[in-house]
Each structure stands twice: as structure tokens, then as C-alpha cells.
């Protein structure tokens, strides 16, 4: 599990409703450059049926940074497994509504053209997210880009991320380790529990038969 605010400082459990721990991205791209931070003072504006403070809090939303054309690499996962990737955005730095469009790649084009404005129903500093199923590399790394779309506007922000979170899914043995099914470690588990059982009934009986021989 990662948890990576994007543009800020470290989030800790004390700034969390969930009392979660969000890294710094400073390990998480490959280059920092074409990609500005960006801070907001303002109320970050929750509403039903977008992101919650639960989803993500506040000093995960009010900073973010503003791309170009930008991968988040997450590195050190297992190759051979998917991982849940939530993709976190809030529109901060946009001087009115409408203006921002950017696309969004998980190797392949996942989203196109997204328009913050109309996902959060014409409103500024409005947080949401999405998510996506990502394959690891043969590298160990999980790779998300996020950058302009051809609605991007000159003079306008490209592209904008202000959160990732990761989650390792179990493979299709239905495992979070190896390649072992979860069934044959449960029936393993089951039959050294019967034999151990066995065991304990035997030895109290061969006592009870040696105290009564007495």
C-alpha cells in the first residue's frame, strides 16, 4: 500500500481522519521537471458523491502540481499482480471554471479529455477521483501518466494531480504472495490443525491409560 500527496509535505496520522500516512512525492517521478507545485489556502469544497475527507483529506487536496506531461512511478511492487490505483484531483489552480481538460494514461489511454468543471458539477476546488487497474513492470514499477488532452487551452493549467494511493490486488491464484492458491494454504492449515488435534487427543489417552494401569 502507497499513499503519495503530490505537490505537498508529508500528511500524517495526526492530519488524517482515517489517521493514514501520505509520502511526499519526492520519490515517486521520474523528473520533476515541466511540473510546478502549487498551494491553496481555501476551503476545499467536499461534496455528496464526490471525494470525502475519509477518501482524502484536506492537505492531500490543497496542494498539487501542475504537468505538463508527467509519469508517477511507484516502485518495489511484485511483478505478476494488478494494483488498484486511485488517482486524486482537485482543481486549485484553475482561474475560472471550464478551462482545464487533460488526459490520463495507464500505459494505454484511460481517460480522455477530463473535465474537472463537469465531474464536480461547475466547481472550484472540488475534489474527486478515479481509479484504475494497473499492471506492474518488469521493472517492479507501476507507471500512471497524467498530461494535456488536445482541449488543453494555451495559457491554461495542462494538467493537475494531487494524490496517489496503490493497493495490491490478489493474483489470479487468488493470492497476495507467491503463486500458491489460497485454498491449498487454507486446506495445508486445516490438515496440520487435524493432525496436531490428533496428536493431543492420542497423547491424553495413552496417559489416562497409563494412569489407570497404575
Known sequence: ?????IGGPKVTPFNDSLWRTWLPDDDYFRSKEGSNRVYFSGRIKYQDGGASREVGPDNVYNSARLIE??????PNVIEGYQYLVRLHFCDIASISLGLLFFNVYDGHLAYKDLDPSAVTNYLLASPFYVALVVDAE????VNVTVGP????????????????????MSNWMGS??????????LKCLTRKRRVSASFDCS????AELISNHR
Not at 518488469?138 to 514499477?141: E, F, K, L, R
Open 1 to 5: 500500500m502507497y499513499r503519495v500527496t
Open 69 to 74: 506531461s508527467k509519469n508517477a512511478s511507484i
Open 138 to 141: 518488469h521493472s517492479g514499477i
Open 149 to 168: 488532452s488536445n482541449k488543453s487551452m494555451v495559457y491554461a493549467v495542462d494538467a493537475i494531480l494531487n494524490g496517489v494511493e496503490i493497493m495490491k
Open 176 to 185: 497476495f504472495d507467491g503463486t500458491l492458491p489460497a485454498e491449498s494454504v
Open 203 to 206: 497423547c491424553v489417552f495413552i
